[in-house]
């Protein structure tokens, strides 16, 4: 079965430092994976998408992530945090079937020092 | 372009009361639909989804039900609420197959 793990359910890092979030999954073939951000009260916003070619997939908002398929990973990354990016980060990978569901990890919540 | 409403945004309810929660797509034909719940603290929870009118498939049994009457409409509903229902729900739609979903607003449901 699909599955989607995010291992860290805090970070704190300091504003203009780099971040990196970690997100594996367990799926049979090549999936479809997000990276979902969502603010206090809030929606999810989409953040970036990976179905295929290049492994490096950018995103808004300055972020990045790469599916390292050897892994198992699709990690979530940002050179440089910004106060604003303070929020829940939601890891999903998508389920090839009729359903077209989307699988969850737990969220990872970002905290930012000024 | 395509948007997502959800009403109400807030919501506060005693326990054993009705409940209904809609959520509406626009600009677009023939969505999938999907109800999640977050609980305060917690990720998300698929409840429902539709890829279809009157087609309703749930994912975790409880006292809630989902209803699609109409192409871009989305009704969730409980005949008797209870704490547990407390909440954040979201709806959230997708067209394509690579299941890009777009969420809603949502809406805060606070069972006492």
């Known amino acids: 079965a699909q599955s989607v793990t995010q291992p860290d359910i805090h970070i704190t890092v300091s504003e203009g430092a780099s971040l990196e979030l970690r997100c594996n999954y367990s799926?049979?073939?090549?999936?479809?994976l997000f990276w979902y951000v969502q603010s206090p009260g809030q929606g999810l916003q989409l953040l970036l998408k990976?179905?295929?070619?290049?492994?490096l997939v950018q995103g808004i908002k300055g972020f990045e992530a790469e599916f390292k398929r050897s892994q198992s990973s699709f990690n979530l990354r940002k050179p440089s945090v910004h106060w604003s990016d303070a929020a829940e980060y939601f890891c999903?990978?998508?389920?090839?079937?009729?359903?077209?569901?989307?699988?969850f990890g737990s969220g990872t919540r970002l905290l930012v020092r000024p | 372009s395509q948007t997502i409403h959800q009403w109400p945004a807030t919501l506060v309810q005693p326990v054993g009361s009705p409940l209904s929660l809609e959520c509406t797509v626009e600009?677009?034909?023939?969505?999938?639909l999907y109800w999640y719940r977050q609980a305060a603290g917690r990720g998300l929870q698929l409840l429902f989804y539709?890829?279809?009118?009157?087609?309703i498939s749930s994912e975790v049994p409880q006292n809630l039900s989902a209803s699609r009457p109409q192409d871009r409409q989305f009704i969730l509903s409980s005949k008797k609420l209870l704490l547990s229902d407390s909440g954040f729900y979201l709806c959230a739609w997708s067209v394509d197959s690579n299941n890009e979903q777009f969420f809603g607003p949502g809406t805060r449901l606070t069972v006492l």
């Open positions: 990976y179905f295929s070619g290049d492994t």
């Open positions: 799926y049979g073939a090549t999936p479809y």
């Open positions: 600009g677009t034909s023939n969505p999938n």
């Open positions: 999903a990978v998508g389920a090839k079937d009729s359903s077209y569901k989307l699988i």
């Open positions: 539709s890829v279809g009118i009157g087609q």
